[in-house]
């Protein structure tokens, strides 16, 4: 198949996008796809000849690259492209997508899992993996989803959705309870968050979450151990454990730096902890409408208690992700994975478009 893989664009999640999607394009290359890597914002720069010829490009598009420590600097970023311009769609990308059978989605963050790629991908006819548009801006925006773990009777953390400006940090300081989780609301990969244990760490947390437009999720902090559970087609996989080398919790660098964390997968929980969340995170991905895969959090209390975090419509597929672990426990090499991912789109697709 001619498939195009969407990376990059515009999100602070935009380095976890290339590593992602450099390794699923050299795995459908591997099986044979006529597979091609694109930067959604940069897009096609330098070609020569028909754009359908790309597909055939020996090195698929593939540039090498670093995932860093840091999340990218999007001003240098948009500085990058030539001509400028407001699209989040570089040169020719829409036209190539066109061109494809499917677009394989390794896009993280807000551009990619916030439902608009997908919206425009349905305007204009191109097949693409995962979730539909709407189910995906659900699943993006915590509080929404917060919403329907309630509903579900999915135990989740005490919570609160909070639009404020820099004027109101210390009546906000003053009257979130402590220790707590503060997030963006529709932020990944760790970043856009802290777990602030002091009124000064929450002030400081308040301030720096203003950079990403100061619309939150305050909740309850939960200690306990960090488990996730994949959800493929119609099952979920098993759990993994996740344990930061650093002993702080499972942060940007701890996700995506080899070393960062050790990552037990199967998890060492019971049975009867994993099909709880397993099943949890099967019914949430089911509500909400999602297709293809899914990857949920959880916290597991000291009491063995499992707590729903939130739910990830287009999870990391580096070699230091989360869902490729799951798949190879449930005897599923990285390439198996990336051709579900595909088939079950495909799927998917039918009548939608």
């Given at each position: ?19 992602s999607?450099?390794?699923i394009?050299?795995?459908l290359?591997?099986?044979g796809?006529?597979a091609?890597?694109v930067d ?12 359908s010829?790309?597909?055939d ?7 090498e690259?670093s995932?860093g420590e ?7 970023v948009?500085?990058q ?14 036209e ?18 916030d439902?608009?790629v997908?919206?425009t991908f349905d ?19 915590k509080?929404?989803?917060?919403h ?5 009777r999915?135990?989740?953390?005490s ?12 009546a ?11 997030k963006?609301?529709?932020?990944g ?5 802290a777990?602030p ?18 619309h939150?999720?305050a909740?309850?902090?939960i ?9 493929l087609?119609?099952?979920?996989l ?17 996700k ?8 037990l997968?199967p ?7 994993w ?5 949890q995170a ?6 909400l409408g999602?297709?293809v895969?899914?990857?949920t959090?959880f ?9 729903c ?8 597929m580096?070699?230091a ?7 190879a ?6 390439e198996?994975?990336?051709?579900e ?10 009548g939608?478009?």
């Amino acid at each position: 198949m001619k498939i195009v893989v969407l990376c990059g664009g515009l999100s602070p999640e935009r380095n976890v996008s290339l590593a992602s999607g450099r390794e699923i394009c050299r795995a459908l290359r591997r099986r044979g796809h006529r597979a091609v890597l694109v930067d959604m914002f940069l897009g096609v720069e330098e070609r020569e000849g028909e754009l359908s010829a790309l597909f055939d490009a020996p090195d698929g598009l593939i540039q090498e690259g670093s995932l860093g420590e840091q999340e990218p600097d999007l001003a240098a970023v948009r500085a990058q492209r030539r001509g400028g311009g407001a699209s989040l769609f570089g040169r020719d990308v829409l036209e190539i997508c066109t061109l494809a059978d499917i677009v394989f989605l390794a896009l993280h963050g807000a551009c990619g899992e916030d439902g608009r790629v997908q919206a425009t991908f349905d305007l204009l006819g191109i097949p693409y993996t995962g979730a539909g548009y709407l189910s995906s801006a659900m699943a993006m925006d915590k509080a929404q989803t917060k919403h329907v773990m309630e509903r579900l009777r999915i135990p989740t953390p005490s919570w609160r959705e909070i639009t404020y400006t820099e004027a109101e940090i210390p009546a906000l300081t003053a009257e979130i309870p402590l220790p707590c989780a503060v997030k963006c609301i529709n932020g990944g990969s760790s970043l856009g968050m802290a777990l602030p244990e002091t009124a000064g760490e929450l002030e400081a947390a308040l301030f720096a979450l203003l950079r990403y437009g100061g619309h939150i999720v305050a909740e309850e902090k939960i200690r306990g151990r960090d488990i996730t559970v994949g959800v493929l087609g119609d099952r979920y996989l098993p759990a993994v454990e996740m344990i930061p080398k650093s002993g702080a919790y499972f942060d940007y660098v701890s996700k995506y730096q080899v070393g960062g964390a050790s990552e037990l997968c199967p998890a060492p929980i019971t049975d009867e902890q994993w099909r709880m969340m397993g099943e949890q995170a099967l019914v949430l991905h089911q509500t909400l409408g999602l297709t293809v895969y899914s990857r949920t959090d959880f916290i597991l209390d000291g009491a063995g208690n499992p707590w729903c975090l939130e739910i990830n419509t287009l999870p990391g597929m580096t070699a230091a992700s989360l869902l490729p672990k799951e798949a190879a426990a449930a005897g599923m090499c990285y390439e198996d994975l990336c051709e579900e991912i595909v088939h079950l789109s495909i799927e998917a697709r039918k009548g939608s478009i």
